[in-house]
């Protein structure tokens, strides 16, 4: 096998459809050298000389699959990203939500996809320094991803500088463990308060096991979709919003242009869209 594996046209599009079947993201002949690179990563690990042989096993073998999935997965993110969405979180959406809710009862908030587990945490460490009421409702976070690697890495909770960039030492002190090897490992009790699972956000029957969400952060995930996968993961994302729950996009994506079941709200902090409280 050559180190620089060169697909035909027709190979290309072929395993661009199975991506795009399998995740929702659209690739083309623009990301050739992307595609080409880690489609030769796993040649190589597999031993398998060539694309038609290769893709062959693939359709049957489903760890293999994941494992593709995973290497085409796009992971960047970091502690407190959009940080004017947590803000909102904690002054607006959370204190409209518990206007029919009683103390201790359960609040849930999705991050997915969640990469490695940043996100999720930073919910956490938000609504601990920033939501006095926290103690007072069961706050449920789970986070959520395609990609299986990352889940692993988010369960378990060591993260670099650049993940830590945005806090602050107080709150790098507070939440996190000693320095080791250049990084450092989120405290026990915030381990425990996220759930990380696998979820596919164009594969809607495997995502109603998640129930639904009071809260849902999906930013940054749509870009990658074309229009009619957009359409689905925003009837699927709408699915899992409790009525009168709440959706965070990334600064760049709007609902507003993918789907009209969603109400627009404008809050101090963030514009988000809202499953209407009316709808079941």
Not at 158 to 174: C, D, K, M, V, Y
Not at 190 to 210: C, Y
Request: proline letters at 3%; hydrophobic letters at 40%.
């Amino acid at each position: 096998m050559s180190e620089n594996l060169l697909l035909s046209a027709a190979e290309l599009q072929r395993l661009c459809a199975f991506l795009y079947r399998e995740t929702g993201m659209l690739f083309g002949e623009s990301k050739r050298y992307y595609i080409e690179r880690r489609l030769t990563d796993r040649l190589a690990a597999t031993g398998t000389r060539d694309f038609a042989t290769y893709f062959g096993w693939l359709r049957s073998d489903a760890e293999e699959r994941e494992t593709l999935i995973n290497a085409f997965t796009v992971n960047e993110t970091y502690f407190y990203r959009e940080e004017h969405q947590l803000a909102c979180l904690s002054r607006s959406l959370l204190p409209d939500l518990i206007t029919t809710r009683r103390p201790g009862d359960r609040i849930r908030i999705w991050s997915a996809p969640c990469s490695t587990g940043e996100e999720a945490y930073s919910i956490a460490i938000w609504l601990l320094e920033n939501w006095r009421l926290v103690d007072a409702y069961n706050i449920e976070i789970v986070g959520s991803d395609i990609d299986t690697r990352v889940l692993e890495a988010a369960r378990e909770g060591l993260f670099g500088e650049r993940a830590l960039s945005r806090l602050s030492p107080q709150l790098i002190e507070t939440y996190f463990g000693p320095l080791r090897r250049h990084r450092r490992e989120i405290i026990h009790d915030l381990k425990e308060s996220v759930a990380f699972t696998q979820a596919n956000l164009v594969d809607g029957p495997s995502l109603a096991a998640h129930g639904t969400f009071d809260v849902v952060f999906c930013r940054n995930m749509l870009i990658y979709f074309d229009d009619e996968s957009r359409v689905v993961a925003a009837r699927n994302l709408y699915d899992r919003l409790a009525p009168g729950g709440y959706l965070c996009l990334g600064h760049t994506e709007s609902m507003s242009r993918i789907s009209d079941r969603f109400a627009v709200r404008r809050f101090e902090d963030a514009i988000v869209f809202q499953r209407p409280k009316g709808n079941q």
